[in-house]
C-alpha cells in the first residue's frame, strides 16, 4: 500500500483503471446517483415529512441499533471461531471451516424461516426458551438473531488470515519474558488483530443495515417495535410512492456511508497506533 | 503485459456476452414463435398452469399457430410496478383493481379496458373467509368473534400485501354492512389490529406463520389459499365461512402498449376471451376461485358455498379512494399504531 505510488512498474495502467471505474460507474455509482436523483423531486419540506416520522425513526433506531448489536456479537463469535480453526487440529476441521461461509451462500429468507420456526413457543428451541421469557421469534431479540447469522463469516474471514500470519514464537518470547496469558493475549496477539476486527465488524454492520429477507420473517414487522426500516420502503413503494420510498432509501444511505466511514477512520487510526 | 492484456480480453468478452445475453433476451418474440407473458399474483400459479395446458391447444386448432405463455407470479403490487418498469407483460392478471389501474394511469392500457371484456373484465371473484384450528377452540363463527378478549389474529399487513388489504376491507364492511357507522368500524379495526401479534409482509408468509409456526387462533386469508391450507394442515385446521365478506375482484387486462409493438394482440384477446369458456370456467372452480358464470359456480356448492359478498363500494367510494382513506401514508391504518400503544 505505502510504496504503490512508484511511476508505473506495471503496464496496463490506465486500462485497468479505465476498466475499474467503468465497472463501479455502471454498476454501483448510476444506480446510486439514480437513486438521490428519485429522492431529489421531492421538496424539501415533503422530504423531511417522509424521512422524519415517529414511526420512520424507530424504524431507523431499530435497523441501526439491532445491526450494531449484531455486528458486535460477531466481532466476539468470529474471533473465537477464528482462533479455534487456526490454532486447534481437530477431526472434521475442514468441514466447520466450509460450514462458516454457509451464511454467504443460503437464500437469507430461509435463514429467517428457520430461525422462526426454531424460536416459536412450539419450536424445538422455543418450547424450552419462551416460558423462561425469552422470546427468540417475532420480537426485536430475533432480529439480531438472524443478523448474527448473516454477518458471521465476515469477522471469521477477515481475522482469519491475520491470525495465521501470527509467528507462535512470538508468543512463546512474550512467554519466556514473564509475559502472563492474558498479557501475551493483550499485549501481543490483540494489537495486530485489531485493525480485521474492525474491517470485520464494517462489513457485518454494512450487511446488516441493509438486509431485509430474513429479518421480515423473525421480525413480526409491528409498528413502532420490530419493523425495520427496509420494511417501510417496501410498503412505500406499494403506494406506487417511489419518491417517498427512495427517500428513505436515500436517509439509510447517507446513514450507512457515514457509519462506515466512522468505523474505516477508526480502523486507520488502529493500524497507526498498532506500527 | 500479456497477462494484462489477457485479462483486458476476458473482461470484454464477458461484457460482450452479458451484452448478448441481455439483448438476445429481450428478442425472443422475433424468432417466430409466438409468446405470451401472462404477469400475475402469488397464489394462481397452479391455476394458469392449468388453463395455459388447455388454451394452447385450443388456438393450434384455431389458427395453426404454435403458442408458448409464461407465467410471472409475485406480489400484485410489485408485479404491477415491474410491468411499468418495462415487463413486456401482454396481459396482467392481478389481485386488485388498483393495481391495474395503476398500469392504466401509465398509459400502457387503454383507458376502456374494463368494457373491452364480458363482465367488466372479471371471469372469476374470490373472496376473503377464516381459518381456524379444529375444532374451532375459540368459537370463531363470524366477525364479531374476533375482536373476542384473548383471540388473536393472523393477517398480512395492508400495507405491503393484497391480501392484507381486502382482510382489512372485509372487516371495515362486515361492521358497516351489519348496519353500523364510520365510527363503529373503525373501533371494530382499531381492535382487530391490536390482537394481531405479526404482521407478515405477504399473503404466504402469514400462511407460514399460522399453519406451520402455531400462532394465532383464527387467519384471515383468500377463499383459495384457505382451501389448500386446510388440505395441507392433515385434519389440523377448518374453515369458517363468515356470515358476510368482501368480493375481491382480481380483474384481467391486455396491456396494449406492450401487444402492439410485439404483434401478440390476436392472440392475447384469443387467451382472455377463453377464460369465460365452460371449460376455463370449471378449472377455475376447480382451483376454488368463483367463476363468474353463476351456473358452473353451483356445481362447485360444496367448496364454494353461498356467501353474502359485498363489493368495495360498503367500505369507500371505490378502489380509488381506498387508497388515500384507508392505506396511505397517515392515513386510517397508521392511526390504529400508536408509538405510546406499545
Given at each position: 500500500?505505502?510504496?504503490?505510488?512508484?511511476r508505473?512498474?506495471?503496464?496496463g495502467?490506465?486500462?485497468?483503471?479505465?476498466?475499474?471505474?467503468?465497472?463501479?460507474?455502471?454498476l454501483?455509482?448510476?444506480?446510486?446517483?439514480?437513486?438521490?436523483?428519485?429522492?431529489?423531486?421531492?421538496s424539501?419540506?415533503?422530504f423531511w415529512?417522509?424521512?422524519?416520522?415517529?414511526?420512520?425513526?424507530?424504524?431507523?433506531?431499530?435497523?441501526?441499533?439491532?445491526?450494531?448489536?449484531a455486528?458486535?456479537a460477531?466481532?466476539?463469535?468470529?474471533?473465537?471461531?477464528?482462533w479455534?480453526?487456526?490454532?486447534?487440529?481437530?477431526?472434521?476441521?475442514?468441514?466447520?471451516?466450509?460450514?462458516?461461509?454457509?451464511?454467504?451462500a443460503?437464500?437469507?429468507?430461509?435463514?429467517?424461516?428457520?430461525?422462526?420456526?426454531?424460536?416459536?413457543?412450539?419450536?424445538?428451541?422455543?418450547?424450552?426458551?419462551?416460558?423462561?421469557?425469552?422470546?427468540?421469534?417475532?420480537s426485536?431479540?430475533?432480529?439480531?438473531?438472524?443478523?448474527?447469522?448473516?454477518?458471521?463469516?465476515?469477522?471469521?474471514r477477515?481475522?482469519?488470515p491475520?491470525?495465521?500470519?501470527?509467528?507462535?514464537?512470538?508468543?512463546?518470547?512474550a512467554?519466556?519474558?514473564?509475559?502472563?496469558r492474558?498479557?501475551?493475549?493483550?499485549r501481543?496477539?490483540?494489537?495486530?488483530l485489531?485493525?480485521?476486527?474492525?474491517?470485520?465488524?464494517?462489513l457485518?454492520?454494512?450487511?446488516a443495515l441493509?438486509?431485509?429477507?430474513?429479518v421480515?420473517?423473525?421480525?413480526?414487522?409491528?409498528?413502532?417495535?420490530?419493523?425495520?426500516?427496509?420494511?417501510?420502503?417496501?410498503?412505500?413503494?406499494?403506494?406506487?410512492?417511489y419518491?417517498?420510498?427512495?427517500?428513505?432509501?436515500?436517509?439509510?444511505?447517507?446513514?450507512?456511508?457515514?457509519?462506515?466511514?466512522l468505523?474505516?477512520?477508526?480502523?486507520?487510526?488502529?493500524?497507526?497506533?498498532?506500527? | 503485459?500479456?497477462?494484462?492484456?489477457?485479462?483486458?480480453?476476458?473482461?470484454?468478452t464477458?461484457?460482450?456476452?452479458?451484452?448478448?445475453?441481455?439483448?438476445?433476451?429481450?428478442?425472443?418474440?422475433?424468432?417466430g414463435?409466438?409468446?405470451?407473458?401472462?404477469?400475475?399474483?402469488?397464489?394462481?400459479?397452479?391455476?394458469?398452469?392449468?388453463?395455459?395446458?388447455?388454451?394452447?391447444p385450443?388456438?393450434?386448432?384455431?389458427?395453426?399457430?404454435?403458442?408458448?405463455?409464461?407465467?410471472?407470479?409475485?406480489g400484485s403490487?410489485?408485479?404491477?410496478?415491474a410491468?411499468?418498469?418495462?415487463l413486456?407483460?401482454?396481459?396482467?392478471?392481478?389481485?386488485?383493481?388498483?393495481?391495474?389501474?395503476?398500469?392504466?394511469?401509465?398509459?400502457?392500457?387503454?383507458?376502456?379496458?374494463?368494457?373491452?371484456?364480458?363482465?367488466?373484465?372479471?371471469?372469476?371473484?374470490?373472496?376473503?373467509?377464516f381459518?381456524?384450528?379444529k375444532?374451532?377452540?375459540?368459537?370463531?363463527?363470524?366477525?364479531?368473534?374476533?375482536?373476542?378478549?384473548?383471540?388473536?389474529?393472523?393477517?398480512?399487513?395492508?400495507?405491503?400485501?393484497?391480501?392484507?388489504?381486502?382482510?382489512?376491507?372485509?372487516a371495515?364492511?362486515?361492521?358497516?354492512?351489519?348496519?353500523?357507522?364510520?365510527?363503529?368500524?373503525?373501533?371494530?379495526?382499531?381492535?382487530?389490529?391490536?390482537?394481531?401479534?405479526?404482521?407478515?409482509?405477504?399473503?404466504?408468509?402469514?400462511?407460514?406463520?399460522?399453519?406451520?409456526?402455531?400462532?394465532?387462533?383464527?387467519?384471515?386469508?383468500?377463499?383459495?389459499?384457505?382451501?389448500?391450507?386446510?388440505?395441507?394442515?392433515?385434519?389440523?385446521?377448518?374453515?369458517?365461512?363468515?356470515?358476510r365478506?368482501?368480493?375481491?375482484?382480481?380483474?384481467?387486462?391486455?396491456?396494449?402498449?406492450n401487444?402492439?409493438?410485439?404483434?401478440?394482440?390476436?392472440?392475447?384477446?384469443?387467451?382472455?376471451?377463453?377464460?369465460?369458456t365452460?371449460?376455463?370456467?370449471?378449472?377455475?372452480?376447480k382451483?376454488?376461485?368463483?367463476?363468474?358464470?353463476?351456473?358452473?359456480?353451483?356445481?362447485?356448492?360444496?367448496?364454494?358455498?353461498?356467501?353474502?359478498?359485498?363489493?368495495?363500494?360498503?367500505?369507500?367510494?371505490?378502489?380509488?379512494?381506498?387508497?388515500?382513506?384507508?392505506?396511505?401514508?397517515?392515513a386510517?391504518?397508521?392511526?390504529?399504531?400508536?408509538p405510546?400503544?406499545n
Amino acid at each position: 500500500m505505502s510504496s504503490a505510488i512508484n511511476r508505473r512498474v506495471l503496464p496496463g495502467f490506465s486500462l485497468s483503471l479505465g476498466y475499474t471505474l467503468f465497472y463501479l460507474s455502471l454498476l454501483v455509482l448510476l444506480p446510486l446517483a439514480a437513486c438521490f436523483l428519485k429522492a431529489a423531486s421531492l421538496s424539501l419540506g415533503q422530504f423531511w415529512a417522509t424521512v422524519w416520522t415517529e414511526r420512520a425513526r424507530s424504524a431507523y433506531a431499530l435497523t441501526v441499533g439491532a445491526s450494531f448489536v449484531a455486528a458486535l456479537a460477531n466481532v466476539f463469535l468470529g474471533l473465537l471461531i477464528a482462533w479455534v480453526l487456526v490454532r486447534y487440529e481437530f477431526p472434521c476441521k475442514r468441514l466447520f471451516d466450509a460450514l462458516v461461509d454457509l451464511p454467504f451462500a443460503l437464500p437469507t429468507a430461509v435463514a429467517g424461516l428457520v430461525y422462526s420456526s426454531l424460536y416459536v413457543p412450539s419450536g424445538w428451541l422455543g418450547q424450552f426458551l419462551v416460558p423462561l421469557g425469552i422470546e427468540g421469534a417475532y420480537s426485536r431479540l430475533g432480529i439480531v438473531l438472524v443478523l448474527v447469522f448473516t454477518g458471521l463469516p465476515f469477522v471469521v474471514r477477515t481475522v482469519q488470515p491475520v491470525l495465521d500470519g501470527l509467528d507462535a514464537e512470538v508468543e512463546e518470547a512474550a512467554a519466556s519474558l514473564g509475559a502472563t496469558r492474558w498479557q501475551i493475549f493483550r499485549r501481543v496477539l490483540l494489537p495486530p488483530l485489531v485493525p480485521a476486527l474492525l474491517t470485520g465488524f464494517a462489513l457485518a454492520l454494512a450487511r446488516a443495515l441493509g438486509e431485509y429477507g430474513s429479518v421480515i420473517f423473525i421480525a413480526g414487522n409491528m409498528p413502532y417495535r420490530t419493523e425495520i426500516a427496509p420494511v417501510l420502503i417496501v410498503a412505500r413503494l406499494e403506494e406506487f410512492a417511489y419518491s417517498e420510498a427512495t427517500a428513505l432509501a436515500v436517509v439509510l444511505l447517507t446513514g450507512s456511508f457515514l457509519l462506515l466511514g466512522l468505523v474505516n477512520l477508526l480502523e486507520r487510526w488502529s493500524k497507526r497506533h498498532g506500527d | 503485459m500479456a497477462k494484462a492484456i489477457a485479462l483486458s480480453f476476458a473482461i470484454l468478452t464477458v461484457m460482450a456476452g452479458t451484452f448478448w445475453l441481455i439483448i438476445a433476451g429481450n428478442r425472443g418474440g422475433d424468432s417466430g414463435a409466438l409468446e405470451l407473458l401472462n404477469v400475475s399474483y402469488d397464489p394462481t400459479r397452479e391455476l394458469w398452469r392449468d388453463l395455459n395446458a388447455r388454451f394452447i391447444p385450443h388456438y393450434r386448432q384455431q389458427t395453426g399457430k404454435e403458442l408458448t405463455i409464461k407465467q410471472s407470479h409475485g406480489g400484485s403490487s410489485s408485479q404491477a410496478r415491474a410491468v411499468i418498469d418495462g415487463l413486456e407483460a401482454d396481459v396482467v392478471t392481478l389481485a386488485l383493481w388498483s393495481d391495474t389501474d395503476a398500469i392504466c394511469k401509465k398509459g400502457l392500457i387503454d383507458s376502456a379496458w374494463q368494457d373491452r371484456l364480458p363482465d367488466h373484465s372479471l371471469p372469476y371473484y374470490s373472496t376473503i373467509v377464516f381459518v381456524v384450528r379444529k375444532g374451532n377452540p375459540r368459537q370463531i363463527k363470524d366477525w364479531p368473534d374476533l375482536v373476542k378478549p384473548g383471540v388473536s389474529i393472523i393477517t398480512p399487513n395492508p400495507k405491503t400485501s393484497g391480501n392484507g388489504k381486502l382482510s382489512f376491507l372485509a372487516a371495515w364492511g362486515a361492521v358497516r354492512e351489519g348496519g353500523g357507522a364510520e365510527d363503529d368500524a373503525r373501533a371494530f379495526v382499531t381492535k382487530l389490529y391490536q390482537q394481531i401479534p405479526v404482521l407478515d409482509t405477504g399473503a404466504r408468509g402469514s400462511t407460514v406463520t399460522f399453519a406451520q409456526r402455531d400462532i394465532g387462533d383464527v387467519h384471515l386469508t383468500w377463499e383459495n389459499e384457505a382451501h389448500l391450507e386446510v388440505a395441507e394442515g392433515k385434519g389440523e385446521l377448518e374453515i369458517v365461512y363468515p356470515s358476510r365478506s368482501i368480493r375481491a375482484e382480481p380483474y384481467v387486462a391486455l396491456v396494449d402498449a406492450n401487444v402492439r409493438r410485439k404483434g401478440t394482440q390476436q392472440a392475447a384477446e384469443a387467451y382472455l376471451n377463453f377464460l369465460y369458456t365452460d371449460e376455463a370456467q370449471e378449472i377455475i372452480g376447480k382451483h376454488h376461485y368463483r367463476p363468474i358464470n353463476p351456473a358452473i359456480q353451483r356445481k362447485f356448492a360444496a367448496t364454494l358455498p353461498p356467501i353474502a359478498l359485498f363489493p368495495v363500494t360498503v367500505t369507500a367510494r371505490g378502489w380509488d379512494d381506498v387508497q388515500p382513506k384507508f392505506f396511505a401514508d397517515g392515513a386510517l391504518f397508521d392511526q390504529i399504531y400508536t408509538p405510546k400503544g406499545n
